[in-house]
């Protein structure tokens, strides 16, 4: 063998042995789905998801129904209308409801905040605001 053939013999090994760990961890990963195999993509998120454990942030909407005081208003249609007004800012919400005595109410939570309580007619007044503390702790996905 000349020197310029080992040369060359010698860099494509040191390629190999560089490159080769991390095309192993990533097959492997792609037929396990295990996150801890990924390289460099290990997130708490990933984790949790794989794993099924941890507390998800996400936005609540507990809504406080009074039957008798929502007009023609059901409560597929106010979950309906939440669902789109959240959707329209591009994070989805977890509708509630529980039974209330004096008028519909909303209030929103969104990890350990709270916002509102909103009457019925004012609902959407709080979206932004909840959006913006949702943003605050979950980056931007688009």
Not at 42 to 55: C, F, R, V
Not at 97 to 102: I, V, Y
């Amino acid at each position: 063998m000349s020197g310029t053939q080992r040369g060359w013999v010698t860099f494509l090994v040191v390629i190999f042995l560089l490159a080769a760990p991390t095309a192993v961890s990533m097959i492997w990963y792609k037929v396990t789905g295990n996150p801890l195999l990924r390289p460099l993509g290990i997130t708490k998120e990933a984790l949790q998801a794989y794993y099924g454990t941890g507390k998800w942030t996400q936005i609540v909407a507990e809504v406080e129904w009074d039957a008798q005081r929502s007009g023609r208003v059901t409560k597929a249609d106010m979950k309906r209308a939440l669902e789109r007004a959240f959707a329209a800012k591009g994070v989805e919400v977890s509708v509630q409801f529980h039974p209330g005595h004096a008028g519909t109410k909303v209030l929103y939570r969104v990890g350990s905040s709270y916002f509102g309580p909103y009457p019925q007619s004012r609902a959407a007044e709080g979206i932004s605001a909840v959006v913006d503390a949702y943003r605050m702790i979950v980056p931007y996905r688009p």
